[in-house]
């Protein structure tokens, strides 16, 4: 199955999470709230319709895959371009933004794969953000970090809309310095920001 066949089953974001996470490898129901940093009943709240639906099975305690789950590889160099023939494609944002990072090519490009619809975008118009994103998902270690990435991408695209590029960026760089675990560290302090008082006009100041 690939990410194009998993994402037309119209899973919960939950257990999109639980099919990665489940992807690199089998695991207990603890391990997998500890990984998806949900309480038990939501972890189990998440598992058990995929469990009914066929999509993963139990045994001795620990849950797995019932289908192999071919995730996209990021290309190790890039092939020589032909001469004639149709034009080259322009370079998209993410391709362009994993050339200036080069450290993160391949996370990058991973989630330009795997949510083009969110990364290219983001790559394109908050590339601090994704770059901020990319960097603290290296915290959860190579096993993890390209679907943790991808798991959070959809939130932290609702965090631009709503805090903007800038704030979200720096709460990431704060929590990859100071969390394992970043993004519920950085949804943390995003959530504890002030409410700003919008200005009023000067002409609608009334002085008495």
Do not use: N
């Not at 289908?67 to 370079?91: I, T, V």
């Not at 991408?153 to 100071?178: F, H, Q, R, S």
Request: charged share 25%; hydrophobic share 40%.
């Amino acid at each position: 199955m690939t990410l194009r066949d998993l994402f037309r089953l119209d899973l919960g974001r939950q257990q999109y999470r639980v099919i990665l996470y489940l992807a690199e490898g089998e695991a207990t129901l603890e391990e997998l709230c500890q990984a998806l940093e949900v309480s038990k009943a939501q972890g189990y709240a998440a598992v058990s319709p995929l469990v009914r639906r066929g999509l993963i099975e139990k045994e001795g305690g620990r849950y797995r895959l019932v289908f192999a789950l071919e995730l996209p590889q990021a290309p190790s160099e890039e092939k020589p371009k032909r001469a004639g023939g149709k034009k080259p494609k322009p370079e998209s944002p993410v391709a362009a933004l994993a050339q200036a990072h080069p450290h993160l090519k391949g996370l990058l490009h991973f989630a330009g794969q795997t949510l083009p619809k969110v990364a290219q975008p983001l790559a394109a118009k908050a590339p601090g953000v994704l770059v901020g994103a990319a960097l603290a998902a290296r915290k959860y270690g190579r096993g993890q970090e390209g679907s943790v990435l991808v798991s959070w991408l959809p939130d932290i695209k609702a965090w631009v809309e709503t805090w903007g590029a800038e704030a979200v960026e720096g709460a990431l760089t704060e929590a990859t310095k100071k969390a394992d675990k970043p993004f519920p560290y950085a949804r943390k302090l995003l959530l504890a920001r002030p409410e700003e008082a919008p200005e009023v006009p000067e002409e609608e100041l009334g002085y008495f």
